[in-house]
């Protein structure tokens, strides 16, 4: 049976795969809108889909529905889509891949997608990814990383990627990467922080430095001022929703205490691991240890946000109706 099924048969140049997946690799819905940018601003041709009846509970991750002027007009099924973006400039194709993490029959799935790689050519693999950290919203966002090949290792160090030792449990992402290094594919990841009390708000600032850091790495022109722009605007509105909160506040000078703290460490000690800060991405952010309780902070935050989201709103439906 065919997992994966094309619409037809790109012809490609070398190409170099970049996926995100939504989900336990996804922390802030970072990664998956910085893939999201780049469909929107390529328009890549979407040239094969993942039919997700296998790999996915949908009671978990449900179907969507659709409506034009209170007619249905879509039902759309979870899974994961392709896409082809050729670059006159470049000397190489780049495929994307964007879905939701699989739920069920990892194995199978993983098979079913290197098999797809194979059947395209794909000569060069980057993961992108993100996770929450015990870090400030008001910190420069953390990058780390990791790679199968030197030639790969080095590029990454070359763009101030921080090599990540962690050990413990992965996504697919992990397994994925375990594959393409089996069949002999070049594969890196990228992996942001995102703070830990925004987890329920797609953050982009963290989705910023993914892209800026894609862009360098792909070696493509993208103009990313506007994301830029947008992603300062996020960060001044969140210091002054948490200004407002004394609580939240405090909690966060707290935390910027202690990432001035890690910076001095790093100077002296360059093999301190960045995931020392890592939170398993799970439905409610854990505590914090000898901080105070995030709880208040996440929810005057994210209700904050919430009421900030309900205004604009309506005054856009305001406008519409002027």
Known sequence: ????????????????????????????????????????????LRF?????????????????????????????????????????????????????EPQLRWKTFTHEFMETCKRLHISEVLLVAAFLANIPHSATVPISGFASHSDLLEKLSELGVRDSRYEGPTGIIGVLQDAFNQISIPSASLWAAAPHYLAATPNIKVTAALLTYLNTFLGTDLDLRDIQSDAVRFDEQITMLV????????????????????????????????????????????????LPSADSLIRSVEELLRKEREQKQENSDEDEDD
């Open 1 to 44: 049976m065919a997992f994966i099924e094309f619409s037809q048969e790109p012809e490609l140049r070398n190409p170099v795969l970049i996926a995100a997946f939504g989900g336990w690799n996804d922390a802030a819905d970072a990664a998956t809108t910085a893939l999201k940018f780049l469909v929107d601003h390529w328009k890549p």
């Open 48 to 100: 094969a889909e993942l039919d997700g009846e296998d790999f996915f509970v949908f009671t978990e991750t449900r179907p969507t529905i659709q409506f034009a002027r209170g007619m249905l007009r879509r039902l759309n099924w979870p899974g994961g889509r392709f896409f082809a973006h050729n670059d006159p400039s470049l000397d190489h194709d780049i495929v994307l891949y964007l879905g939701p």
């Open 243 to 290: 200004e407002r909160d004394p609580e939240a506040s405090a909690y966060v000078r707290k935390l910027e205490e202690r990432t001035d703290a890690d910076d001095e460490d790093d100077e002296d000690d360059e093999d301190l691991d960045d995931e020392d800060n890592m939170v398993i991405y799970q439905d409610r952010p854990p505590s914090t240890g000898p």
